[in-house]
């Protein structure tokens, strides 16, 4: 049985990885379909749910790196989510925008995957986002929960 859960929790990041990497090379004027990035961002909540958000920073967004250390982001996810398993998961909408350059967002390109969850008794609101590169391809940018 644990191999098998070994297995499928390899298969998720070499997934959400591979999402990574053909976004990263699509053409400058592509943005993938809402299903895409649905499914890119259900696949980096379950990474977080399984407490592997360092497999989700590897795959992100050079602008994030230079932000935010492996081990922060680490720390600042399970401060976040606190100990709570997550109980029930549905997506709220999916947004794209162009935003100015501000202290803490560079300029570009986003999109925003909103999800309503329970962890434990505690309803939140879950928040995956993904930026355009220099390059024109989408990587992950952030997680957020309120």
Known sequence: MKSC???????????F???CAVTAHAQPSAVPDPNTWL????QAVQLIDQ????????GGSAEMKKRVAKKDFVASVKKLRGVDAVTAREWVAIERSQLAARPDVPAGQYVNVRFRAALGKRAVAELVTFRQEADGGWRWMGYLVQ
């Open 51 to 58: 407490n592997r958000a360092g497999e989700l920073w590897e």
């Open 39 to 42: 499914n890119a961002a259900q």
């Open 17 to 19: 990885l591979a999402f």
């Open 5 to 15: 859960t070994a297995h499928a929790r390899r298969h998720l990041a070499a997934t």
